[in-house]
């Protein structure tokens, strides 16, 4: 694993999280916010895994 699949599985992780936490405190912006931190650990994730399948390959 490289620094960014590292960095976007936490930056997903804390979005399931405060996802989460919105739903529970029914707090629609926390939740929206949620949202958007998890989607952004996944492109985060998908460009580190990215760059770990060309280097595999090279």
């Given at each position: 694993m490289n620094k960014e699949q590292v960095k976007g599985r936490v930056e997903e992780t804390k979005g399931k999280v405060k996802e989460a936490v919105g739903v529970v405190?029914?707090?629609e912006s926390m939740e929206e916010e949620g949202?958007?931190?998890k989607?952004?650990?996944?492109?985060?994730s998908?460009?580190?895994d990215l760059k770990e399948d060309l280097?595999?390959?090279i």
């Amino acid at each position: 694993m490289n620094k960014e699949q590292v960095k976007g599985r936490v930056e997903e992780t804390k979005g399931k999280v405060k996802e989460a936490v919105g739903v529970v405190l029914d707090n629609e912006s926390m939740e929206e916010e949620g949202k958007l931190q998890k989607n952004i650990g996944k492109v985060k994730s998908g460009l580190g895994d990215l760059k770990e399948d060309l280097k595999n390959s090279i």
